[in-house]
């Protein structure tokens, strides 16, 4: 059995109450879907699927989601990708913004897929990146309800929380 099968992960939340004790609350709970085609949507171009969280996450939560779904946070290598994760299978709907797998940690102003897959396209919004306050890291698609041109792109520190759109390879 991999780690990926119909496992179920669980999202939690330290908490420090009044008193001073810590306690551990469950927030979320993101099943593990690596073989099954729940939620997932196909794109013949790519031959990829993708599938976004129900939940919003911040970007660390958003990439261990991602592992335990068998996938990671989407890359995306051209207009065409970009323009289909936008426009279909309601990946975007009700969405501000959703973390892809793009991040410049290591070397500022640099972005590289967190895969190491090599970056060939960019859809970044006017003025991006800003590296706002110097803490912006990682980046982000814009959905419809956001005042970007929607799939446009964005740097974020990475708490967000936003949804994120992971993608696999089968």
């Known amino acids: 059995s991999d780690v990926c099968s119909s496992a179920l992960y669980a999202l939690v939340e ?7 004790s810590t306690g551990v609350d469950v927030i979320a709970q993101e099943g593990g879907d690596c073989h099954g085609a ?8 790519t031959d990829h699927w993708y599938k976004r969280t129900r939940l919003a996450l911040t970007r660390e939560d958003a990439a261990e989601v991602a592992a335990n779904w068998c996938g990671y946070l989407v890359e ?12 279909h ?6 969405v501000y913004m959703a973390w892809i797998g793009l991040n410049d940690v290591e070397t500022e102003g640099t972005f590289v897929w967190d895969s190491g897959a090599p970056l060939s396209y960019t859809h970044w919004g006017s003025n991006e990146p800003t590296n706002y306050r110097g803490e912006e890291d990682y980046a982000t698609i814009t959905g419809p309800d956001s005042r970007r041109p929607l799939g446009s792109w964005t740097d974020y520190d990475g708490y967000g929380p936003w949804y ?3 993608e696999r390879d089968t």
């Open 76 to 87: 995306i290598g051209n207009a065409d990708e970009n323009q289909w994760i936008v426009n």
């Open 38 to 45: 729940h939620g997932w949507k196909h794109n013949p171009v």
């Open 164 to 166: 994120a759109i992971v």
């Open 89 to 94: 299978s309601g990946l975007m709907t009700d």
């Open 14 to 20: 330290r908490d420090t109450d009044p008193s001073g």
